[in-house]
């Protein structure tokens, strides 16, 4: 009897120092939230004085489970696992505190605004020695988490273990991916030696596989943080209609696009793999004598319109103001209206290169809201606005399976890629009035077999034959009826799959341009002719490999071009 008393007293005690445990956690959880605003607002001293009091807080959790008391309950079965969990939370949770504390005082992100076109190369090193750290921190602590089995919790632990997991997994997700480019930053931003970067603006409004003719070019240097523009370009300056390809291209990609891609530099954008463009673009960067680039940046104005929430206004020479909401349809479509007559571009090459200098000096002046930014940066990758290709094999080896990279995944491994990719062939400018939807199903996670994919797309021409009709020449073209649109799509199967068949309902006219394999996969480009007010629809079917079965492939999804406005990809897949 007196054995069960002691038992039921130790129980008390640590129940109740659970519950202390427990309150104290709870009370710092909004306090801990706050700090990352803080910061970013500037309040380094609010943070600092708010990481202190999490982690005074987090101090008495701690201490409450270093006892005899703790331990003792922690061998008790089965309850001794909910009193283990909540010790593994104090301290996890206090090491972020202590990572918290030492890192709120220097985190002011506006040590790291460009100054006169320069970043603090010696605070970018600090805030990469102190990500580094928070990312060390916080992996080991979800690792510490994700070694609680919650199925033998009480309800009421599990869910607070699960929460906490999943507050420290976005953190995780956050600092892990940017610990090793800030590491790189430094060097990429000309510590040691001038680093050259070649801009490259894709123009959605005449689509190319990865976004739009890169009508406008410009190349930027970088010394110990120095930033510069230096040359600009436009494709109608290069010797365009050349009588063979620029650059040597592989017999696969010749096959599916046709030189085409090598002997107009509009179209050296016309397939999804941007190292491809990359080598096209330095053959003809190289035969316009200009000087030769380390990396190159690709965008468009839709991932500018997003950069411009974090910029506010920007006031042009030629007298317009770009905005968010006026930014797309100013660079895409009234430019055209608004500049240059007939045949000649020599006003609109004016008014995009004197654009592009605004932009590029109020990017490098610094923004006033770092977070917007990194959102507006955030959502161009997600969409595929935003590519880059690095010489620095360390850079290149960061970006190598991401959208970033501008290339198909290589395998199935991770997760299963299909590609719909949208190519002009109508010469003009009229893409600005198209849009696309792709609805994408898989039976991978039900087929004991090779699994179905298939893709179903629509490309619709939203312009209206009254809009057509008041288009300039530089929006129809000399080649087909104003409003008309004419479009190669083309598709991309996943990895090792087969495309089956093809359909398409809508189009006026269509006719396949080439079938074959590209990147390991098996593709297919079909052209449509839609007049206004009418969409093609396309519908491909694709079948795994033999001797696989939807165990031997990553979840679904499909990448496609950047077009004016985002373009929906819905995904069904029973059974996932």
Known sequence: MAVLVAACVVMAVAASKALTVRDALTQVIPVAQGIPQKIVAGDTAGASTDA????SATTRAVDETDSAVWRIAEAVPFAGQNF????????????????????APSLNLQAFKPSGGAVDLV????????????????AGVKDSLGGIDAAALLPQVSSAVERLNDAVSTVDEALSPL?????????????????T???MFQGNSELRATGGNPAALALVTATEGRISLTTQATSVQFANARPESI??????????YSDIIGRWIPNMTATPNFPTTVEILRAWWADEGLPPFDDVISTDPVALSYLLEATGPITLVTGET????????LLLNEVYFAYGEGVDSTA???FFAAAAAQIFSTLIGGVDDPLAFADGLTRATDEGRLKIWSSNPDLEGMLAGTKLAGTLPADNADRTVAGVYFNDTTGAKTDYYADATVAATSDQCTASGPPTFQQTIEFANNITPEQAAGLPYFITGPHFEPGYLATDVVVYAPVGASIESWTVEGAESYRLRTEGTHLGRSVVRINVITPPQTAATITVTMKGAEGTTGADYGPYDVWTTPMVRETPVTLETPGC
């Open 52 to 55: 202190d009091a999490v982690k």
């Open 84 to 103: 283990s969990a909540v010790r593994i939370a104090a301290e996890g949770v206090d090491e972020l505190a202590d990572f918290a504390v030492e890192a």
């Open 123 to 138: 605070a970018l090193h600090d805030l990469s020695r102190l990500v580094s750290s928070g990312a060390a921190v916080t």
């Open 179 to 195: 610990a090793p480019v800030l590491e790189a930053l430094p060097a990429a931003l000309g510590e040691g030696g001038t680093r």
């Open 197 to 199: 970067y070649l801009l």
């Open 247 to 256: 650059a040597p291209l592989d017999p696969e990609t010749e096959a599916i």
């Open 322 to 329: 770009l905005t968010p909401e006026n930014a797309v349809p």
């Open 348 to 350: 609109q090459d004016v």
